[in-house]
């Protein structure tokens, strides 16, 4: 192993982000074979001791208890210290010892303030530094915010986080379409109608109203995971694995990427209204805490985009992701078009067949057509069935694994990140023109039932 962090300092540890996804992905990660001791140094601004910090540490470790996780928790600090100061930043850094990861475990505005008082100051050297999704909150800000990271560190310090990537399920994209002589050669406009990728939770609110009231469904689910799902399942075969290799792939099919309708009129977005999921009452949207109904932010958003490239041309690629939905869809759908003559005899399938790819479970199924109970000229539609192999670490211990190896590979590289947004700020700016209504849904349903 070339290279590694010695110590990872979380800014935001007393944050719902650190003890609900960062810290069981440390878990995670120390528990795994590619797990390594280091020093977790916790800061924000409460005053804390360094034992009640352990102690939080600790209880999250427990998900994934290791003897690694106990050692690395026993020794773990906390510094009290406001992430925007810089004079505050410099006196952290100064305690870290070895090569260092600085986790912002921030709201994306407070980020900003904060790589902006860290570029005042002398980095120590090899420092990488972690930022949460959203990266920016439109095209202008990810834009700046670039700029800004690239005038303090090269691009393989910087670690632009996607849980998305970390996915085991993601990741099998690759091994599924470039080791398969029989995939590669029929993802294309000849073979497939359409691409639906889509992320419907039945979760609600969860209580992150502070977060999500200002970020919407589109935003939170299709701007950053969905859209590197999207790379993953349509780029051109690279070359190696490679830091370069892969996330350039990622680049150059994103680039090609715009929505259907220039306009950003190919979209759809909604919010739930009051309902019931799996028999719990849920209010309406707009109706739960720390919600501001004015905003109209959506919990279900939907955009048919196109690739303009020679592969994927005329190809309809439907993100789709929303919360409070009657039922837990997750997955991948390349639906293949019609055989361009079925011999006249046979009867008895209609519709297109679809390999699908589920995100979770996970699982990959491939219609085939085949011939039937009985009569050998009635046909009947049967998957073909399996199970993915689970990875061993979660999503997030994956990124984390990679980040503290120092390897960029999973990492959203600076360019994809400004894509992502490239590509959906049709959509924005024709939702807030109004030029899209925002309909409703009962929680506990399909979503609206028009569209
Ligand atoms: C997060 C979103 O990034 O991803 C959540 O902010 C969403 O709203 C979550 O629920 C989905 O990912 P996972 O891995 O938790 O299913």
């Avoid at 849980?163 to 590669?184: D, M």
């Avoid at 589109?218 to 399942?233: K, P």
Wanted: glycine share 8%.
């Amino acid at each position: 192993m070339a290279e590694r962090i010695d110590t990872l300092v979380i800014l935001g540890a007393g944050g719902d982000l650190t003890s609900r996804l960062l810290l069981p992905g440390l878990a995670s990660y120390l528990g795994s074979s590619r797990g390594a001791d280091l020093l977790v140094i916790g800061v924000d601004r409460a005053q804390q001791t360094d034992a009640a910090w352990r102690e939080k540490v600790k209880a999250a470790f427990d998900a994934e208890p290791s003897p690694l996780a106990r050692k690395v928790a026993a020794k773990t600090r906390y510094v009290q210290g406001d992430a925007t100061s810089a004079s505050d930043l410099a006196r952290v850094l100064a305690e870290a010892p070895g090569r260092i990861a600085l986790y912002f475990a921030l709201p994306p505005a407070v980020t900003v303030i904060a790589c902006t008082q860290l570029s005042k100051l002398d980095l120590p050297k090899g420092i990488t530094l972690a930022l949460e999704k959203p990266f920016g909150t439109d095209l202008a800000s990810a834009k700046s915010l670039n700029r800004l990271l690239e005038s303090m560190l090269p691009e393989e310090q910087l670690f632009r986080v996607d849980h998305f990537l970390g996915k085991s399920t993601v990741l099998n994209l690759l091994g599924l379409r470039f080791a398969n002589r029989i995939f590669e050669p029929l993802f294309s406009s000849q073979n497939v109608d359409r691409v639906e990728i889509v992320f419907d939770e039945m979760l609600a609110l969860e209580g992150r109203a502070g977060y999500y009231d200002k970020a919407g469904a589109l935003t939170d689910m299709i701007q950053s995971h969905l859209l590197l799902v999207l790379a993953l399942t349509a780029m051109e075969p690279p070359a190696s694995l490679s830091e370069d290799d892969l996330r350039g792939s990622m680049a150059q099919v994103l680039r090609a990427t715009r929505s259907w309708a220039k306009n950003g009129k190919s979209s759809h977005r909604a919010r739930y209204a009051a309902g019931t999921i799996e028999g719990r009452r849920l209010p309406a949207y707009q109706d739960e805490d720390g919600v501001d109904a004015s905003r109209g932010t959506e919990t279900l958003a939907e955009v048919t985009l196109a690739i303009d490239n020679w592969r994927w041309a005329g190809v309809p690629f439907i993100l789709r992701s929303g919360k409070g939905l009657g039922e837990s869809r997750q997955d991948i759908r390349v639906v293949f078009k019609a055989v361009p003559h079925l011999p006249t005899g046979l009867t008895g399938v209609e519709g297109p067949s679809c390999l699908r790819i589920s995100l979770k479970p996970a699982t990959l199924d491939l219609d085939l057509v085949i011939n039937g109970q009985g009569d050998p000229f009635t046909l009947e539609r049967v998957p073909l069935h399996s199970d993915l192999g689970a990875g061993e670490l979660s999503a997030y211990g994956e990124v984390l694994a990679e980040l503290l190896e120092c390897d960029p590979t999973l990492s959203v590289r600076g360019d994809v990140a400004e894509q992502c947004w490239r590509i959906i700020s049709p959509v924005i700016d024709a939702w807030r023109a109004g030029k899209v209504p925002l309909d409703s849904y009962p929680a506990g349903t399909a979503g609206p039932l028009d569209w």
